[in-house]
């Protein structure tokens, strides 16, 4: 590595710091990790602890012999970055306009975003005309001059075009992509910890003392088109090899994210598995799955019992869902904040910032019944 490629590091580690210390979000006293700000950064070992000793002799930190490295009791405020004022934003979405605020998810990230923003606050949208079928990853094409004039800087929504995204972004448009985060992405992004959703959902029956437990979602496949679905089945099968218990492709029904292949599989699926409860990708495949199951002789949650890795739906056929919940109001605010950090100091690497979800059980999940 060059000197300057050193020294570049180093900037960049610092100012993320910084940032973090600057939104709170990590309180004065803090112990940090210096290999997860090493993985959030793509810095070096010698580049961050040398970003550390200079943060140290600027007083936002306090490094401790044989302890560990803290953020400092009490930060100096000259250091504190004050966020811009943000009133112009950009919505940027594969989603037509009026499917995005007829959708749950997108309205309510929406909601979040206008609250965040400084009155009299502008949102201007970036999206496909009316009448069109578009894919999840077909973006519209957008003018940069277009997006300068018009807005401070983009939230992207419903978008995973990966390699747009990061045109917009290497062309100095600042932009924050609500969940979704490749590997290789220039974007910053706040996400929903999907994964955590999964594991927490599977968990939750498992400590039931489910043994025999499904999956209804997405199967797995090489490149989803919506990388939350593939998380979510991870987190569950995670939780299962935990807990000890046999997995196999046959322990997932892949929906083809279709209501209608749910009603058309789930009886064959059912016979022939016999599980005594499922974990849904969506609560939105709930109602559908509790009727079938009611076709089929099978109560919920008496014979069969039922988690969601998402909130889509609160209820199912009349009962509360069993379900991790997610804030997506805060999703949209969250989104604001990092987007005014942005433009705070632009040379800081991409940041993301993850959301946790909080698992409820309700009433559509059971002690398992002794056989």
Known sequence: MSEADFLQQVRGCKEHLRMQIARAEFPEGTRLDEAQLRRETGATVRAVRAALSDLAREG?????????????????????????????????????????????????VLTGLRLALQPPAQVTWFLHEHGRTMGVDDLPLVDLDAIRRACQGVVAVEAYNASQLNELSRAGVPLVVVDFAPPLAAFDSVEVDH????????RHLLELGHREIAYVGEGLVAQSTDPTWQARLNGYLRAMVEAGQAVSPAHVMDTQRNLRVVAERLPAFDARRRPSAYVLCTGGFADALVQVLADLGRAVPAQVSLAAADSAAYTAG??????????????????????????????????????????????????CAKA
Not at 73 to 95: E, I, M, Y
Not at 325 to 336: P, S
Not at 340 to 364: D, E, H, I, W, Y
């Open 318 to 367: 009349g009962a509360v869902l069993s379900q991790a919940r997610v804030d997506y109001e805060m999703l949209g605010r969250n989104a604001a904040r990092v987007l005014a950090a942005r433009l705070a100091c632009k040379a800081m690497p991409p940041m993301r910032n993850l959301l946790p979800v909080l698992f409820a059980p309700g009433q559509t999940s059971a002690p």
């Open 60 to 108: 936002l930190i306090l490094r401790k012999r044989h302890v560990g490295t803290f953020v400092a009791d009490r930060l100096p405020a000259a250091n504190v970055t004050v966020l811009p004022k943000l009133r112009s934003v950009g919505l940027l979405s594969s989603r037509r306009q009026e499917v995005f605020i007829s959708d749950g998810f997108c309205s309510k």
């Open 195 to 202: 994964f955590q959703a999964g594991y927490l959902a599977t």
